[in-house]
């Protein structure tokens, strides 16, 4: 935001230097992030003179070109070469010197230079209007009063106007430094903590009256909650014409390009006083009626940029009795504003819902002055004052006469916000004691009333245009702005507690697991928590009214926060894809967000995506595909990292898997892992296969606490292994088998895997072969051949019975 410091000094009569000034603001929290000069004359015309010209001779050598000697005050005359028609003896005329540096209306400077024209010696410049600034004449030299003084620098003369602007880095919360008032205000209150007390100067608008009442321009706000507080107000007779220098001068500091007087001057009370104001033709409003609400989805209109827009049935407009005019809070019409034929007004001032004014600009990608201010919420209090000041400009520059009495829709005041401060907390959070009087004089100074004092605290009443400052913590941090963060003396005595903490902390388990897998290749991402809410689509599981939606989104596509973090991990993935990164290895520890029956949710996870090979190729090895199973390794060794063993394994009952697993303790779901459907995958323009795991986190952490971890010494025994191969139906899983097993012989059996799978030739219809091992163990003793016989028989036969096994 840029900030004029010659418009400051128009509210305080301040006489810093800009460097102490910026330090200042700065402290007070309105951080300057550079200083820029200003000079209504690019140059400032330093080098130019006021010359008389004594003689003016034809050139030998060129019929037009005249050779002239000019006084211009520092002794024997020069000789100059000039070319304009129009140049004679007697003149008194501007003269650039030898060195002065002049721009062209492009903004490139050159310099005067010594030097022959055609064989005769010019010593310098004299100008047309255009080559000086001051004009677009180049008919001929600038001829000036004959009582003007030789000598006299042409900066003087022509009151060149010369300001420093501060860009000031303006955070979101600062509705209220959103103006050339609001930031003299700030200032006002950080020198009166200096002992430097000046008056802030407020423009006047007691000479405000209705001249007559011919010209009424009825209002009716329909929503009411969009709109606040509209104001409105007809001038009719105006002269629209340029702007005077003063108005140009100020608006062009801060980047502004000038362009009619009404319009300038809307602009103008807008960055002075932060009020967004608009005027529209007044014969141009149909049936001389203002409705202020929404229309239907799909209707047609062209802004003020040539745009052909279609509405939202949410966008708040400015209608007259036939057609809408204004984009409210945001844009106006091409067909309703100002232009050269303008003789009638109406000039509107209002407060806008922000969170309405902020979507419709979001909706249609339109980023004005007025929605910036809209949007973080303008003082509802000065909504007539600012209308008055515009029309008191108007009627001044413009002309014209108050046709109207100014209409007024305020139905529900804003009322100023109460807050209640204790001096405990104020000490406690600063960490440093003030002295009671100096918080009352800070917080007066911001213009926060005290209502009462105690002994323990004040209670406040905070004014409407501060919308941040709504709780005690937000006063504090206002106390200690203008207070002084430098102020803050630092101890040299440095104390710490030692925290007990629990080897279970989340964090701690977070960098185990993260360091684990990034040791195996994985990349860790941090997605937005916000995304698209057509994503809920792609599963049956989410509900779209479990979405948490934002009130003042970004853009419609992050409007809500996540209810998985597949979507945004595929998003990643794809973003790869489409740069030839084709193996990826990623997790991301991160929340999903659910709104379920009014009760927020925020449940933490774990994820990891797998796509492409395993390995970069390379010339030892064949690349390798990652798989499901390659998926299932990474999981369990996550979970015994963490010191989970025992486990169930169950078919993953979700729709966002081909095919998957589920690894559950109990009713305690631990994780989901699988093959991502490829519908989903090609949703993102991923066309390979994408493997996805799912750690519920809170789940992991508290079966992770409960586990306890057994140290036991290696056994003296030997294991003893045997293999069977089963032939098996088609809908018989490992789990069966697994299950059957350790039913059969919990006591010696310790381990029993899954090592081959075969389906095809030679098998019958609906059959497969598993190749199983089973791995038994005595810690007391060697097992016997007979003994493992025995067992091996058992389990046979439960195979045989239970799951219709066949031995191959």
Request: aromatic content about 6%; overall charge negative; hydrophobic content about 40%.
């Given at each position: 935001m840029k900030i004029s410091y010659n418009w400051i000094k128009q509210f305080l009569k301040i006489d810093w230097p800009t460097e102490q000034t910026s330090e200042l603001l700065t402290d007070l929290g309105l951080e300057v992030e550079g200083l820029d000069t200003y000079q209504s004359i690019k140059g400032g015309l330093q080098g130019v003179v006021v010359g008389e010209v004594l003689t003016c001779e034809q050139h030998t050598n060129a019929d037009k070109l005249k050779v002239t000697t000019v006084n211009i005050g520092t002794g024997d005359p020069v000789q100059i070469v000039c070319g304009a028609p129009n140049v004679a003896a007697g003149q008194k005329v501007p003269v650039a010197t030898i060195g002065t540096t002049l721009y062209t209306n492009e903004g490139e400077a050159w310099t005067i230079k010594k030097g022959k024209i055609r064989g005769e010696e010019s010593h310098g410049m004299i100008c047309a209007e255009d080559e000086l600034g001051l004009g677009t004449s180049h008919d001929g030299i600038m001829v000036l009063a004959e009582d003007t003084v030789v000598g006299t620098p042409c900066a003087d003369l022509f009151k060149i106007e010369n300001d420093y602007v501060f860009e000031i880095g303006l955070t979101p919360n600062?509705?209220?430094?959103?103006?050339?008032?609001?930031?003299?205000?700030?200032?006002?209150?950080?020198?009166?903590?200096?002992?430097?007390?000046?008056?802030?100067?407020?423009?006047?608008?007691?000479?405000?009256?209705?001249?007559?009442?011919?010209?009424?321009?009825?209002?009716?706000?329909?929503?009411?909650?969009?709109?606040?507080?509209?104001?409105?107000?007809?001038?009719?007779?105006?002269?629209?014409?340029?702007?005077?220098?003063?108005?140009?001068?100020?608006?062009?500091?801060?980047?502004?390009?000038?362009?009619?007087?009404?319009?300038?001057?809307?602009?103008?009370?807008?960055?002075?006083?932060?009020?967004?104001?608009?005027?529209?033709?007044?014969?141009?409003?149909?049936?001389?009626?203002?409705?202020?609400?929404?229309?239907?989805?799909?209707?047609?209109?062209?802004?003020?940029?040539?745009?052909?827009?279609?509405?939202?049935?949410?966008?708040?407009?400015?209608?007259?009795?036939?057609?809408?005019?204004?984009?409210?809070?945001?844009?106006?019409?091409?067909?309703?504003?100002?232009?050269?034929?303008?003789?009638?007004?109406?000039?509107?001032?209002?407060?806008?819902?922000?969170?309405?004014?902020?979507?419709?600009?979001?909706?249609?990608?339109?980023?004005?002055?007025?929605?910036?201010?809209?949007?973080?919420?303008?003082?509802?209090?000065?909504?007539?004052?600012?209308?008055?000041?515009?029309?008191?400009?108007?009627?001044?520059?413009?002309?014209?006469?108050?046709?109207?009495?100014?209409?007024?829709?305020?139905?529900?005041?804003?009322?100023?916000?109460?807050?209640?401060?204790?001096?405990?907390?104020?000490?406690?959070?600063?960490?440093?004691?003030?002295?009671?009087?100096?918080?009352?004089?800070?917080?007066?100074?911001?213009?926060?009333?005290?209502?009462?004092?105690?002994?323990?605290?004040?209670?406040?009443?905070?004014?409407a245009f501060r919308n941040d400052v709504q709780r005690e913590a937000d006063v504090i941090e206002e106390i200690l702005r203008v207070y002084g963060y430098n102020n803050i003396v630092t101890t040299t005595k440095l104390n710490a507690s030692i925290s007990n903490a629990s080897k279970f902390e989340d964090y701690k388990l977070q960098n185990v697991i993260g360091n684990q897998l990034v040791s195996q290749g994985f990349y860790e991402i941090m997605a937005n928590s916000l995304t698209n809410p057509n994503y809920i689509s792609l599963s049956e599981q989410l509900k779209e009214e479990h979405n948490v939606t934002m009130l003042n989104p970004l853009s419609k596509d992050l409007s809500v926060l996540r209810q998985s973090l597949l979507f945004s991990g595929l998003e990643a993935i794809s973003y790869n894809i489409n740069r030839r990164q084709n193996n990826i290895k990623f997790f991301e520890f991160g929340k999903t967000y659910h709104n379920y029956n009014g009760n927020r949710e925020e449940p933490k996870h774990l994820t990891l995506l797998i796509t492409g090979n395993k390995t970069e190729e390379n010339w030892f090895s064949a690349s390798e595909r990652s798989s499901f199973f390659y998926l299932k390794g990474t999981v369990e060794s996550i979970l015994d990292r963490l010191g989970i063993s025992r486990y169930r394994a169950t078919t993953v009952k979700s729709d966002l898997f081909s095919e998957g697993i589920q690894y559950s303790q109990g009713k305690t779901v631990l994780v989901d892992f699988g093959i991502v459907k490829s519908k989903i995958a090609k949703h993102f323009d991923i066309s390979q296969e994408v493997l996805f795991a799912n750690f519920n986190w809170d789940n992991i952490i508290e079966v992770a606490k409960r586990n306890k971890i057994k140290f036991t010494p290696i056994p003296k025994y030997p294991e003893v292994r045997r293999d069977f191969a089963l032939l098996l139906d088609n809908n018989v899983t490992f789990d069966d088998i697994n299950t059957i097993a350790r039913q059969t012989e919990k006591k010696l059996l310790k381990k029993v895997n899954l090592f081959d799978v075969y389906q095809g030739k030679n098998l019958p219809n609906g059959k497969k072969s598993y190749a199983v091992s089973f791995t038994f163990l005595d810690e007391n003793k060697t097992l016997t051949d007979k003994v493992i016989d025995k067992i091996m028989s058992k389990l046979q036969s439960n195979f045989e019975n239970k799951l219709g096994a066949e031995l191959r």
């Open positions: 600062r509705a209220d430094a959103m103006s050339h008032f609001g930031v003299a205000r700030d200032l006002k209150a950080g020198l009166q903590h200096k002992d430097i007390n000046l008056e802030l100067i407020t423009p006047s608008v007691s000479s405000f009256h209705v001249d007559s009442r011919i010209l009424k321009i009825d209002v009716d706000v329909a929503n009411k909650e969009l709109a606040p507080r509209y104001c409105g107000v007809t001038i009719s007779g105006v002269k629209v014409a340029e702007s005077p220098d003063w108005i140009k001068h100020r608006l062009k500091a801060i980047g502004l390009s000038p362009i009619n007087n009404i319009v300038d001057i809307t602009n103008y009370v807008l960055h002075e006083l932060g009020q967004p104001l608009h005027a529209f033709d007044a014969n141009k409003i149909s049936g001389n009626k203002i409705e202020v609400k929404t229309l239907e989805k799909g209707t047609k209109f062209t802004t003020l940029d040539g745009i052909e827009r279609e509405l939202h049935e949410d966008d708040l407009m400015i209608c007259d009795t036939e057609k809408p005019l204004c984009i409210a809070g945001v844009f106006g019409g091409l067909d309703s504003g100002v232009t050269q034929g303008t003789t009638n007004i109406f000039l509107e001032s209002a407060f806008f819902n922000p969170v309405s004014v902020r979507k419709t600009a979001k909706r249609h990608a339109l980023n004005t002055d007025a929605s910036f201010r809209f949007e973080r919420g303008i003082d509802p209090n000065i909504t007539e004052y600012a209308l008055k000041r515009a029309a008191l400009l108007i009627q001044d520059i413009a002309g014209g006469e108050i046709t109207s009495d100014v209409s007024d829709a305020y139905p529900n005041k804003i009322e100023d916000f109460q807050v209640h401060l204790t001096f405990d907390k104020v000490t406690k959070l600063i960490g440093q004691e003030i002295p009671k009087e100096t918080i009352k004089s800070i917080l007066s100074s911001l213009e926060i009333k005290v209502n009462n004092v105690t002994e323990t605290g004040l209670g406040l009443t905070i004014p």
